[in-house]
């Protein structure tokens, strides 16, 4: 059904309909995998399945991210790359939050002898 030409954008309709390569996919694969990051955040008990919700969380804005440059972003100036570049720094954003976490937990495991987080009630090491 096409959209009404009062609108102003007429390109929205490109944007939300046609095959499979549309922006809508993309919102909702990014969606879906941000729902999965809350829900294993909220849902588990030890290190390790929190830092696996954050790594979710951060992969699902990364494709949305490079889904907004791709089908619209070509006003900045980068033409088109700017998505591929906060993309990029979210991937060197994982691996350092991924180094530092797990330190932490090897950390904690080696003072209290567990990772469950609910188990760990002293900040001293």
Do not use: C
């Not at 995998?33 to 290190?47: E, H, K, P, Y």
């Not at 907004?68 to 972003?73: D, E, K, N, Q």
């Not at 567990?114 to 188990?119: F, H, L, V």
């Amino acid at each position: 059904m096409p959209l009404p030409s009062a609108l102003p954008l007429p390109a929205i309709e490109n944007l939300l309909s046609g095959g499979p390569d549309n922006l809508f996919n993309y919102l909702v694969l990014g969606a879906l995998l941000f729902a999965a990051g809350i829900f294993a955040m909220v849902s588990r008990r030890n290190a390790v399945g929190i830092l696996m919700g954050v790594e979710l969380i951060l992969n699902a804005s990364g494709i949305n991210f490079v889904a907004f440059a791709r089908f619209g972003g070509h006003e900045t100036g980068f033409h088109g790359y700017d998505g591929q570049i906060f993309a990029l720094f979210i991937i060197v954003l994982a691996a350092a939050e991924a180094a530092v976490a797990l330190a932490l937990v090897l950390a904690v495991f080696q003072t209290h002898r567990t990772i469950e987080m609910d188990r760990v009630d002293e900040l001293k090491m």
